[in-house]
């Protein structure tokens, strides 16, 4: 069972008492508490088509608090509360190194909280083998549940989720997730929120976070409730655009292009396209990405043949010839930007002592390396055994993959979200647009967003900052009663620019905080921006 703890009010700061116990680290000098919270939110409309309504236990969407530890006392008032919106097929605990890294700058007299948010859909993740593993330190059981049809407590695995079974996802689109959202920055006591709420979102995240400042909540404009935006390697590119999705490819004949191919049309997902299935692998490949990591940290070492990985791999490397390796070099040969098949998922964590050679990408994009056929067993170098030294270490990583009450992925990410977010990449519809009318697609306020802005480039933007230069021309001067009230967004003031074409597109949320490397001063920025765009004292959120 996921673990949470229930916020009944929404409006005002609450005061829930965790139901699990809290996972305490001492990390850097700081004593970091993690709370897994459940909250609650707005149920969508039913699919229209089927009738099929979302049921009651996936009205709620799920945050990883990350706080400063108080030994039991009261969290002590935040300098700047730190929300981070994942990205596609994105988790919660893909930020995990991150928060930790936003927490541990924190000082005694300016606490810092980073919140990750783990979107409804995470809700339908039957997560029992994998918290049965975690528990026991032993990655057969989740092995066992997920794919061998053995019982844990009595409970077999029921099967991955079908399209034909979430009929409701459908209408988990635009409009749900930014209700979601504001269910989770009202938790901030609203007289608190337009000073201390930065929100921060990685990849398709940061285009959901600037459609969420600029989003009209029925006459409240997101902005108007945020200290402060973060842009983490993503951007929409149309702010202040014209539409160019036609009302009938939205309905009826879809879209082209994309990460993977085309976003099915309306129809489609509300008829039969309910979430995005990974190719090849589908949702299976997150619990065995998820073993893989367990594998790696209680296990390196050892050569555990374990099937639903090699499987996976196999997949992945388009060969069935893979050689030895040890659980440490196939968690890294998985992940890392020389080997990973899915550009999007990799980080800069090392090397493999065995032979590679080149291979075709199986999701297209050029060639990446794959184990060669060798009699040498395959091991890791990690991150700082390398020449010259990467970035991340495997060892973070496979931890944030492997955390408890949440997934580092996602599972069944609705196909509607996607398809939505291309009516309101330009931020500025006007409120008679057909998405508006139509759909309550109300990102309408692009032009009045007065908040400051810091933005990163890393992989996926090749690290060009003017892959942002739509919305910086699109935002007015920081507005009054901010403390940078008045600046321009020529001035660092207003509108910080960051560029690392080294990282991975994940690097920044899993890199290693080595002081001095480049990982830290990306923290570094990025916690001085949130310290710098709120003012002395801070809020308790209970």
């Not at 499987?311 to 893979?322: D, G, H, I, R």
């Not at 600046?487 to 920044?508: C, K, M, N, Q, Y």
Request: charged share 20%.
């Amino acid at each position: 069972m996921r673990p949470f703890l229930c916020v009944a009010c929404l409006t005002v700061a609450c005061a829930p008492v965790p139901v699990d116990p809290n996972v305490i680290e001492t990390d850097g000098g700081v004593a970091i508490r993690r709370d897994v919270l459940r909250v609650p939110a707005p149920k969508p409309p039913p699919n229209p088509i089927t009738q099929d309504a979302t049921p009651d236990d996936f009205d709620a969407v799920t945050v990883v608090r990350y706080r400063v530890d108080t030994a039991g006392q009261p969290p002590r008032p935040a300098r700047a509360i730190v929300l981070l919106m994942p990205g596609f097929l994105g988790g919660a605990g893909s930020f995990d190194s991150l928060a930790r890294a936003i927490v541990r700058r924190s000082t005694p007299s300016e606490p810092l909280e980073a919140w990750a948010i783990d979107r409804r859909s995470n809700l339908m993740e039957d997560r029992r083998g994998i918290e049965a593993a975690l528990t026991a330190k032993d990655a057969e059981l989740l092995t066992g549940y997920y794919f061998d049809g053995k019982a844990i407590d009595g409970q077999t695995f029921s099967g991955f989720r079908t399209q034909e079974s979430l009929a409701f996802e459908s209408e988990w689109g635009l409009a749900s997730t930014m209700n979601d959202l504001r269910a989770v920055v009202s938790l901030v006591p609203e007289a608190d929120r337009r000073a201390r709420v930065i929100l921060a979102g990685h990849s398709l995240g940061a285009g959901l976070a600037g459609m969420y400042a600029a989003w009209d909540f029925e006459g409240t404009p997101g902005f108007s409730q945020l200290a402060g935006l973060v842009l983490i390697d993503g951007v929409t590119g149309s702010e202040g655009s014209a539409l160019t999705v036609t009302r009938e490819e939205y309905e009826t004949t879809g879209l082209m292009g994309g990460t993977f191919g085309g976003r099915p049309s309306l129809k489609q997902v509300r008829e039969s396209v309910r979430y995005f299935a990974f190719p090849l692998l589908e949702a299976k490949l997150f619990p065995i990405g998820v073993g893989t990591a367990m594998r790696a940290m209680w296990r390196p070492d050892a050569i555990d043949l374990d099937r639903p990985r090699r499987e996976a791999l196999e997949t992945l490397f388009l060969t069935n010839t893979l050689p030895r390796m040890t659980n440490r070099a196939a968690f890294g040969l998985a992940f890392d930007a020389a080997t990973c098949p899915v550009s999007i998922a990799a980080v800069n964590a090392g090397a493999t002592d065995g032979p590679l050679v080149d291979t075709p990408s199986p999701f297209g994009g050029g060639t990446i390396q794959k184990p060669a056929n060798s009699n040498q067993t395959f091991r890791w170098n990690e991150f700082d055994q390398v020449e010259p030294a990467e970035l991340t270490s495997l060892s973070e990583f496979a931890l944030a993959w492997a955390r408890p009450g949440v997934d580092f992925g996602e599972w069944y990410f609705p196909a509607r979200l996607s398809l939505d977010t291309s009516l309101a990449a330009s931020l500025t519809l006007k409120p008679d647009d057909w998405p508006v009318t139509a759909y309550g697609v109300r990102a309408l306020h692009g032009r009045a967003m007065d908040l400051p802005v810091l933005v990163e480039a890393a992989g996926i933007l090749s690290g060009q900052t003017s892959r942002y230069d739509a919305l910086k021309a699109l935002l007015p001067p920081v507005g009054d009663g901010r403390p940078q009230s008045g600046a321009s967004r020529s001035e660092a003031r207003g509108f910080v620019a960051l560029s690392h074409p080294t990282f991975t597109h994940i690097d920044p949320l899993a890199g290693a905080d080595v002081p001095g490397g480049a990982m830290a001063q990306w923290f570094d920025a990025l916690a001085a921006f949130a310290k710098e765009h709120t003012p002395e004292g801070g809020v308790v959120v209970r």
